[in-house]
C-alpha cells in the first residue's frame, strides 16, 4: 500500500508562474502526493493560459486518491485579487483581473478555492514546514526574478484583504532612487532582485566569465572570488534587503526573517553583509536581534504553501495549518 494511502483530506495544490504552473495533490502532513507540471503559454490569450492550469488539474484529477481532495489551493504570481478571486500577473498580460477561482472551482465540480499571492503562499510554507516553524512572528521573503514576502503575526499568517500582503519588494529604501516598474522610486526589488544585482555589477565594470550568462549566480561566483565589483553589487542588494527588514521589524514586531529565492543560494555572499547592515538599520530594542536564516523549503515551497495558506483561510479540519 501507498505510505499516503486514501488516510486522510487532501488539498489540489496550484503553483502559477510566469514560466510554469505546477500542480500537486497535498496531505495534512504537507506531503506531495503526485505532481503536474505545464510550461505556462505567458504570451498567449487568457483561455489558453487557463488550459494550461485545467491540463494540471486534469492530470491530478485522474489519480486515484483524488476523491479524497477537499479543496484547491492556489499560489500565483500576483498581483492577485483574493477578495475578487481575480489574478492579474505581471509577466501574464492574456490575464487581467481573470477570474482564476471561479474558473478552476468549475474545473473541479465545486469544491471550494482558496487563492493567494505566491509571496504569501511561501511564508505559509515556511511557517508550516520550513524556517519559521515554531515562529509566531516571521517575515518570509523570496529573492529571485523579483522580490516577494509574507507575514505571520502572532502565529496566523496574514494574507491580508486581497492576498498580497508582506510584499516587501516593493517598499521603497531609496527615497531619489531608480524608477521600478511598479511605479515607484528605490524599491527593493529595484536594487535586490536576481537581475538588479547583475545590472548593479555589469554597470561597476564586471563582466562574466566567457561564455557564462551575467546573472546574480555568476555575480556571486565573482564575488566568492573576491571580486571587488561583484562583492559591492551584493553589498547593495544586502543593504537594501536589509533596510526593508528592519522597516518590517519596526512596525510589526517579527522574530525571524526567512530569506529564499535564488539569490539566496549566493549563501554567505548574501548573508554576511545582510545581518551586518540590519545591526545598522534595525536599533529600536524591540527590533534589534531579528535573526535572518535561509528558507528551507525548495520548489515546492510554492505547491505546499498554496496547500498550507488554503487550509488556514477555508480553516480546514485535519490539516495541521488550520488554526
Ligand atoms: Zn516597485
Known amino acids: 500500500m501507498h505510505p499516503h494511502g486514501a488516510t486522510g483530506p487532501l488539498v489540489a495544490a496550484l503553483d502559477i508562474g510566469g514560466t510554469k504552473i505546477a500542480g500537486a495533490l497535498v496531505d495534512a502532513e504537507g506531503q506531495l502526493l503526485t505532481k503536474a507540471l505545464r510550461p505556462?503559454?505567458?504570451?498567449?490569450?487568457?483561455?489558453?493560459?487557463?488550459?494550461?492550469?485545467?491540463?494540471?488539474?486534469?492530470?491530478?484529477?485522474?489519480?486515484?486518491?483524488?476523491?479524497?481532495?477537499?479543496?484547491?489551493?492556489?499560489?500565483?504570481?500576483?498581483?492577485?485579487?483574493?477578495?475578487?478571486?481575480?489574478?492579474?500577473?505581471?509577466?501574464?498580460?492574456?490575464?487581467?483581473?481573470?477570474?482564476?477561482v471561479s474558473r478552476v472551482s468549475q474545473a473541479v465540480g465545486g469544491l471550494p478555492v482558496a487563492l493567494t499571492g505566491d509571496g504569501v503562499?511561501?511564508?505559509?510554507?515556511?511557517?508550516?514546514?520550513?524556517?519559521?516553524?515554531?515562529?509566531?512572528?516571521?517575515?518570509?521573503?523570496?529573492?529571485?526574478?523579483?522580490v516577494g514576502g509574507g507575514l505571520v503575526l502572532g502565529g496566523a499568517l496574514v494574507p491580508g484583504p486581497t492576498g498580497n500582503a508582506g510584499h516587501i519588494g516593493h517598499i521603497s529604501v531609496d527615497l531619489d532612487g531608480d524608477l521600478c516598474p511598479c511605479g515607484s522610486r528605490g524599491c527593493v526589488e529595484r536594487i535586490a532582485s536576481g537581475p538588479n544585482i547583475a545590472r548593479s555589477a555589469l554597470g561597476g565594470g564586471w563582466q562574466p566569465p566567457a561564455g557564462v550568462a551575467a546573472t546574480a549566480a555568476a555575480v556571486a561566483d565573482a564575488a566568492r572570488a573576491g571580486d571587488r565589483v561583484a562583492l559591492a553589487a551584493f553589498d547593495r542588494a544586502a543593504q537594501a534587503l536589509a533596510a526593508g527588514i528592519a522597516a518590517t521589524a519596526t512596525l510589526v514586531e517579527i522574530q525571524v526573517a526567512v530569506v529564499g529565492g535564488g539569490v539566496a543560494n549566493a549563501g554567505p555572499v548574501l548573508f554576511d553583509p545582510l545581518r551586518e547592515h540590519l545591526s545598522r538599520y534595525a536599533t529600536l530594542s524591540f527590533a534589534a536581534g531579528v535573526e535572518v536564516v535561509p528558507a528551507k523549503l525548495g520548489t515546492d515551497a510554492g505547491l505546499v504553501g498554496a496547500a498550507a495558506a488554503a487550509a488556514e483561510s477555508l480553516r480546514l479540519e485535519g490539516f495541521t495549518s488550520a488554526p
Open 40 to 100: 505556462t503559454p505567458a504570451t498567449e490569450d487568457g483561455e489558453s493560459v487557463l488550459r494550461a492550469v485545467t491540463d494540471v488539474l486534469d492530470e491530478l484529477r485522474a489519480v486515484p486518491q483524488w476523491p479524497a481532495t477537499i479543496a484547491v489551493g492556489i499560489g500565483s504570481a500576483g498581483p492577485v485579487d483574493a477578495l475578487h478571486g481575480t489574478v492579474s500577473p505581471v509577466n501574464v498580460p492574456g490575464w487581467r483581473e481573470f477570474p482564476l
Open 121 to 146: 503562499a511561501m511564508t505559509a510554507a515556511e511557517h508550516w514546514q520550513g524556517a519559521a516553524r515554531g515562529y509566531d512572528n516571521a517575515l518570509c521573503m523570496v529573492v529571485s526574478t523579483g
